[in-house]
């Protein structure tokens, strides 16, 4: 199996920044796309930004030009730099990915617990 710990939520003022970061641990045999997703209050989880293997990137309208997703792959491990941050940006973000395990060719996905930002003043 996969497990995918997130960090780097906490509380930040609106125009602020923050890094997420989330590693990928288990019996990993590759990783595809690795994404972020947020949920606030009230409302469904949302597509945040995505990032292929190759490094081919998808963003949300909401957040072009202010968030920007990376990875590194020897480290299975993906970014989201969040800047000039807005209180709607208020959410717990969960890191995602596909991957397939030794001994199981099947790409199923994998969920972080999930990290909260609040963007407040």
């Known amino acids: 199996q996969v497990q995918l710990v997130e960090s780097g939520g906490g509380l930040v003022q609106p125009g602020g920044s923050l890094r997420l970061s989330c590693a990928a641990s288990?019996?990993?045999?590759?990783?595809?796309?690795m994404g972020w997703f947020r949920q606030a209050p009230g409302k469904q989880r949302e597509m945040v930004a995505a990032i292929t293997s190759a490094g081919s990137t998808n963003y949300a309208d909401s957040v072009k030009g202010r968030f920007t997703i990376s990875r590194d792959n020897p480290k299975n491990t993906v970014y989201l730099r969040m800047n000039s941050l807005k209180p709607e940006d208020t959410a717990v973000y969960y890191c995602?990915?596909?991957?397939?395990?030794?001994?199981?060719?099947?790409?199923?996905?994998?969920w972080g617990q999930g990290t909260q930002v609040t963007v407040s003043s």
């Open positions: 288990g019996s990993i045999f590759n990783i595809y796309t």
């Open positions: 995602n990915t596909d991957a397939t395990v030794w001994g199981d060719r099947r790409r199923n996905v994998y």
